[in-house]
C-alpha cells in the first residue's frame, strides 16, 4: 500500500528556533515530492524535488530529498509566528493518464512568540 | 495566486440529498483534481480529470461522481449524500507535464461540507 508518514504530528517552538520536518515514504511509480504550507485554507505549493541531495531553498525554507532512503526533511531557520501551519509532504505518483498526489497526514507546527 | 474557485464554500445539508461543489479555474490548465481533507488522512483524491469529459477514479470515489463539459469547470456530485462524506473538499489543477517534468498542482480554497 502506498504511503506517505510525516514525523512529528506536531510541535511547538520559540521565534528564533530551527525546525526540521520529516517525511518518509514508500509510494509506487514515484515522480516527485512536493511540501505545501496549509493556514487556515488551500495549502500553498513550497517545493517540487525530484533529484536526490540536491536542495532547495526559498529565504528560511530549505528541502531535501533522499531517494535511497526514502525520505525528505524541511528546515525552517530563524522560525517567525507566520510560519505556524500544516506541513504537508506529497509524493507525486504517476498514473496511466495523469499524476497524482499521495499525502502524509501533515506536521502541526506552532511559534510561539 | 492560482485562479481557482470553489462554490459553495460552506454547505450543510441532509442525509439522502444530493450535493455538487463546482471548481472553476481561469488558468486553462488541462488536469483538475477533487481531494477531500479529513483529520489523521491528510488529503486523498476522489477523481481527477485529464480533459474535457476525461475522468478517472481516485482512492474513495465511491459514493461520488464528477463531470467536465468544458476546460474550466469540474464538478462533484454527492448522488445521496451521508454523514461519513462530511469533510473539507479541495480542488486543484495543474498543468500538462511537459518533457517529462513534473508540474505542481495548486489548490483552491476549499468547501467546508457538513451532512447532517
Known amino acids: 500500500e502506498d504511503k506517505v508518514v510525516q514525523s512529528p504530528l506536531s510541535l511547538v517552538v520559540h521565534e528564533g528556533d530551527t525546525v526540521t520536518l520529516n517525511c518518509s515514504y514508500e509510494?509506487?511509480?514515484?515522480?516527485?515530492l512536493l511540501w505545501y504550507k496549509q493556514e487556515k485554507k488551500a495549502p500553498t505549493f513550497l517545493f517540487m524535488l525530484?533529484?536526490?541531495?540536491i536542495e532547495k531553498k526559498s529565504g528560511r525554507l530549505s528541502s531535501i530529498l533522499d531517494k535511497k532512503e526514502l525520505f525528505s526533511i524541511l528546515n525552517i531557520t530563524a522560525t517567525q509566528t507566520g510560519d505556524s501551519a500544516v506541513y504537508l509532504c506529497?509524493?507525486?505518483?504517476?498514473?496511466?493518464?495523469?499524476?497524482?498526489?499521495?499525502f502524509g497526514a501533515g506536521t502541526i507546527l506552532r511559534v510561539k512568540s | 495566486d492560482a485562479g481557482i474557485t470553489q462554490s459553495p464554500r460552506h454547505k450543510v445539508t441532509e442525509t439522502g440529498t444530493p450535493v455538487t461543489l463546482r471548481c472553476h479555474q481561469t488558468e486553462n490548465h488541462r488536469y483538475m483534481y477533487w481531494y477531500r481533507q479529513d483529520p489523521g488522512h491528510g488529503l486523498r483524491l476522489i477523481h481527477y480529470?485529464?480533459?474535457?469529459?476525461?475522468?478517472d477514479k481516485g482512492e474513495v470515489s465511491d459514493g461520488y461522481s464528477v463531470s467536465r463539459s468544458k476546460t474550466e469547470d469540474f464538478l462533484l456530485t454527492l448522488e445521496s449524500a451521508t454523514s461519513s462524506q462530511t469533510s473539507v473538499y479541495f480542488c486543484?489543477?495543474?498543468?500538462?507535464?511537459?518533457?517529462?517534468?513534473?508540474?505542481?498542482?495548486?489548490f483552491g480554497d476549499g468547501t467546508r461540507l457538513s451532512i447532517l
Open positions: 480529470s485529464y480533459g474535457v469529459k476525461d475522468t
Open positions: 525530484t533529484s536526490s541531495g
Open positions: 509510494v509506487t511509480n514515484f515522480r516527485s
Open positions: 506529497a509524493v507525486t505518483q504517476a498514473m496511466e493518464y495523469g499524476n497524482k498526489l499521495v
Open positions: 486543484a489543477i495543474s498543468e500538462s507535464p511537459w518533457r517529462g517534468s513534473n508540474q505542481p498542482q495548486h
